[in-house]
T-cell receptor
Framework: GAVVSQHPSWVICKSGTSVKIECRSL??????MFWYRQFPKQSLMLMAT?????????EQGVEKDKFLINHASLTLSTLTVTSAHPEDSSFYIC????????????FGDGTRLSIL | AQTVTQSQPEMSVQEAETVTLSCTYD???????LFWYKQPPSRQMILVIR??????QNATENRFSVNFQKAAKSFSLKISDSQLGDAAMYFC???????????????FGTGTRLTIIP
């Protein structure tokens, strides 16, 4: 199997606080993890790609200081939304893949972030 | 840059009937992967089917099959014998091949919401 767990599934917090979202590959080693953002009724937009032990590669327009990504182990990546504001409210989804060009991405269940 | 277009924001089909979802894409690459993902109300993205561009044979997974037209850059999904559990958002996605780090990115279309009518 290839199970990816994301935590928390839903978080509500006040404007100005920082929020950390975890993405774990439960039964495989994920050399590469991806973080996506999805607005209501829209598609997934890739925010960043990270390889274990390396700095994340951010997509154009994504603030790296705002969205901190850490991929410290082969089973865990975290996304921290720093000083969150209402416009950061969205659905955040991670995916993970094994090493190898032919390996598919396996997605987590997503995290709904609501900033008041 | 690669783009993926899904021109049908919503589709509906009678239970047990067949429905086809459209997807077109634009790329200058000759080899790549194409995917259909399903996102039910639970929001988890589930891989439905995958096609490798160098393979001429259309991929099939049980009730799901694709019509891959490489020259036309078209990749439609056919769902046969539609079931209530097929109701979801369906996203078409593109990914280049190759082992380069940057080639692992998925580019998604805007999605098609499929409703199954009992």
């Amino acid at each position: 199997g290839a199970v990816v767990s994301q935590h928390p599934s839903w978080v509500i917090c006040k404007s100005g606080t920082s929020v950390k979202i975890e993405c774990r590959s439960l039964d495989f080693q994920a050399t590469t993890m991806f973080w996506y953002r999805q607005f209501p009724k829209q598609s997934l937009m890739l925010m960043a790609t990270s390889n274990e032990g390396s700095k994340a590669t951010y997509e154009q327009g994504v603030e790296k200081d705002k969205f901190l990504i850490n991929h410290a182990s082969l089973t865990l990546s975290t996304l921290t939304v720093t000083s969150a504001h209402p416009e950061d409210s969205s659905f955040y989804i991670c995916s993970a893949k094994r090493q190898g060009a032919n390996q598919p991405q396996h997605f987590g269940d997503g995290t709904r972030l609501s900033i008041l | 840059a690669q783009t993926v277009t899904q021109s049908q924001p919503e589709m509906s089909v009678q239970e047990a009937e067949t429905v086809t979802l459209s997807c077109t894409y634009d790329t200058s690459e000759s080899d790549y992967y194409l995917f259909w993902y399903k996102q039910p109300p639970s929001r988890q993205m589930i891989l439905v089917i995958r096609q490798e561009a160098y393979k001429q044979q259309n991929a099939t997974e049980n009730r799901f099959s694709v019509n891959f037209q490489k020259a036309a850059k078209s990749f439609s999904l056919k769902i046969s014998d539609s079931q209530l559990g097929d109701a979801a958002m369906y996203f078409c996605a593109y990914r280049p091949t190759g082992a380069n780090f940057g080639n692992e990115k998925l580019t998604f279309g805007t999605g098609t919401r499929l409703t199954i009518i009992p």
